[in-house]
């Protein structure tokens, strides 16, 4: 690129605006690092994070009101419009929920909560960066700057053997999928000369090589989102991980991953929808028939999110058949995965206020008798479960709904009703905590267990569970709303 080609990209007037949100983060990132070797209190360091995650905030807002956004800065590699404004302010959501119910969550690990805090300012911007990148090499920067942290994050508690365990096998399975997706970025440049998705979309994948490339990429993807045969990891590094950092993991990562899948959906022939159809129903059954036999709580929901992740690429099926609402399917993944968002961060973070609160265990038995010892967490909980079964009333029926609206309409009424009744074998096993809350006796491990010395406030984790909580029952009974500014 010439000095002139330079300045013109720098001197774009649309770029400061764009930027800004990444901006923030960064900034907020280097004020963490700095306030963790300086003697402040330690209030300092979580003023900070929530102040750079506000400023954030406000300017992704502010691209969303924006009269003209930006579009594409930075010489076509990057775009900031409304639609990756909507991913940026659910990214924020869910890093400044996983950071509430952390707080007051680790207790050894305590003197490096700083450094817990800038890997997930630094996550948080590697999302940004997946969601509005518009070439492979920005993609993979964002790809790297959200999994570096994470692979840390997995690790942080490091005098526990599970935790360090989840560190390593996320690491490993990473650097897999990073070398899957460089590979089938070569291949794919070395067919079209480009890895511009806006290049990409004008000229077309038409060779086997760049076919090739192409199912490089998305086997890269898949294993982010936790599609079959790519999930197995997911268990084991969801259970073994800090709880909040496994919240950050079912709900940031998730998300932008799709995001980046929808810009690029594209890059798939008409013809792979049937593929997509049955990998989808494939990931479906796996992670239905692997949680109804779990008796974890939280590897259960590990699973879950292996099935929710196969119901929502049925909306990639459902584009590349051809749905008659060129809209429909952005808009069916932005509210299922905003729904999902809220609620598998109540879900995952309640049972973070649990550990934290001196329950002995995330296992199903620790959980029974719950709603005698803390009705709130109970309610809150149940709420959480029938949402992700996709009962009515809340933010996760209509998410489901929405998903299997777009798959029928692109005519794929058989894969519809098949993923309908998976999805109807989820409730067998969300149900079974419902249960072993309200109708059965406390085990003699719960009776039995000290309480927790110097226990501290639990307002943090309280404050983001209530937010989720009504977050999910406000999609559920007022929808339109939200699916207005989806619109």
């Known amino acids: ?18 930027l800004a ?35 954030a905030l406000v300017f992704e807002l502010a691209l969303l009101r924006a009269e003209t956004p930006p579009g594409l800065v930075l010489d076509g590699t990057y775009l900031a419009d409304r639609t990756s404004a909507l991913w940026g302010v659910l990214f924020l959501a869910a890093t400044a929920l996983a950071w509430l119910f952390s707080v007051h969550y680790y207790r050894e690990d305590r003197p490096f909560k700083g450094e817990h805090d800038f890997l997930m300012l630094c996550a948080a911007a590697g999302m940004m960066l997946m969601a509005g990148a518009q070439d492979l090499i920005v993609f993979f920067v964002g790809l790297e700057l959200l999994s570096i942290p994470l692979y ?29 997706f460089l590979y089938g970025a070569a291949l794919l440049y070395t067919a079209t000369g480009t890895v511009s998705l806006v ?6 994948v038409q060779t086997t090589l760049g076919t090739a ?42 998300t932008a991953a799709f995001a980046f899948l929808l810009n690029a959906v594209f890059l798939l022939p008409a013809s792979a929808a049937a593929t997509i159809a049955a990998v989808a129903l494939l990931t479906m059954a796996a992670g239905n028939l692997a949680a109804l036999v779990q008796g974890d709580v939280k590897r259960m929901l590990a699973f879950s999110a292996v099935a929710h992740a196969g119901t929502l690429l049925l ?31 109540g879900s995952f973070g309640l049972l973070a206020w649990l550990e934290r609160d001196g329950e002995p265990s995330t296992s199903l038995e620790s959980l029974r008798g719950l709603a005698r010892r803390r009705p709130w967490a109970a309610a809150a909980m149940t709420l959480f479960l029938l949402s992700l079964g996709g009962i009515p ?24 009703v098949a993923g309908i009744l998976l999805s109807v074998v989820a409730l067998a096993y969300y149900l079974r905590v419902v249960v072993a809350m309200y109708m059965q006796e406390p085990s003699a491990e719960t009776v039995a267990s000290p309480p927790v010395p110097g226990r501290q406030s639990a307002a943090p984790a309280a404050i983001a569970a209530t937010a989720c909580a009504v977050l999910v029952l406000a999609m559920g009974l007022l929808p339109g709303w939200f699916l207005d500014q989806l619109r």
Do not use: N
């Open 21 to 55: 949100p990444l901006a923030a983060l960064g900034l907020g990132a280097v004020a963490l690092l700095v306030a963790c070797v300086l003697p402040v209190p330690r209030w300092v360091g979580g003023g900070i994070f929530l102040g750079s995650l506000t400023a």
């Open 199 to 204: 290049e990409l979309k004008r000229i077309g």
């Open 152 to 180: 840390a994050l997995a690790a942080f508690r490091r005098a526990r053997t599970a935790s360090v365990e989840a560190g390593v096998k996320y690491f490993l399975l990473g650097a897999f999928s990073a070398a899957f």
């Open 213 to 254: 490339g192409v199912a490089l990429i998305a086997a890269s993807l898949f294993f982010k989102v936790s599609v079959f045969p790519f999930h197995l990891w997911v268990p084991d590094v969801y259970q073994g991980s800090p709880t909040p950092v496994t919240v950050l993991m079912a709900t940031g990562t998730k």
């Open 315 to 345: 909306v990639f099926a459902g584009a590349l058949k051809g749905d008659p609402d060129p809209g429909g399917p952005l808009q069916a993944a932005l509210f299922y995965l905003a729904a999902y968002v809220f609620t598998a961060a």
């Open 1 to 18: 690129m010439t000095p002139d080609a330079i300045r013109a990209m720098l001197s774009d007037p649309g770029l400061p605006l764009a």
């Open 393 to 416: 009333a809340t933010g996760g029926f209509l998410g489901k709904y929405l998903v299997f609206y777009v798959a029928i309409r692109a005519h794929l009424v058989a894969v519809a």
